[in-house]
């Protein structure tokens, strides 16, 4: 399983530093829909700049246009990008499209998709690479949300998948027994009073 951070950063020099911190011990770096909004598709390139080896994903949420929109960001430095599940099938599918040619990925977040093992098949036939099981961070703070369901939906949905919504310490052992094939930190990375030790640590705690 592979260890992604989510830079929810807003300016390109904070997450510079972060992904400094810690690309040693993650796979993938994602930058994060409000630093994209924020500094726009300039950090996407900084950070590949900064680490060539590394998977960098412009989490660019994007709802339409999506052959237009996932060009733009592979042409940025992208590997990944996503697109929501909520689009039209025929966006996803362009998407897709943009990143064939650059021999790239899309990732298709189920954030706000109520039949998430449905959506996560139809999804994966359109030729995603993998799909995010995501709960936000509006939903995450509703009383009596658990990681639960997102792991439940991923074992049920039987396709690639990534796992965003909490995932720490002491849940990130669960994601894996799941059968996730990505886990996504943002908070317990970021928000950490040592994010590299932080990173360090989840990235010990996959076995």
Do not use: C
Not at 148 to 169: D, I, Y
């Amino acid at each position: 399983m592979k260890l992604q951070v989510a830079l929810d950063l807003l300016t390109i020099e904070d997450a510079l530093e972060l992904a400094g911190k810690v690309a040693e011990h993650v796979d993938i770096i994602e930058l994060g829909t409000p630093l994209i909004k924020a500094e726009g598709l300039s950090a996407v390139t900084a950070i590949k700049e900064a680490h060539p080896t590394k998977i960098v994903f412009a989490d660019m949420k994007t709802m339409d246009a999506g052959e237009l929109e996932a060009d733009i960001a592979f042409k940025a430095g992208a590997d990944l990008v996503s697109v929501l599940g909520t689009a039209d099938d025929s966006t996803i599918a362009g998407a897709v499209k943009a990143a064939q040619s650059h021999n790239k990925g899309i990732v298709v977040d189920l954030i706000g998709v109520a039949d998430k093992v449905s959506r996560a098949k139809e999804a994966r036939a359109l030729d995603a690479k993998f799909i995010e099981f995501h709960a936000g961070l509006d939903e995450q703070a509703q009383p009596g949300y658990d990681l639960r369901g997102l792991l439940n939906a991923g074992e049920e949905a039987r396709v690639p998948f990534s796992v965003a919504g909490g995932v720490n310490a002491s849940t990130i052992g669960a994601v894996q027994l799941a059968g996730a094939d990505v886990a996504v930190a943002g908070s317990a990375i970021y928000s950490a009073a040592d994010p590299e030790l932080a990173a360090k640590e989840l990235k010990a705690a996959i076995q």
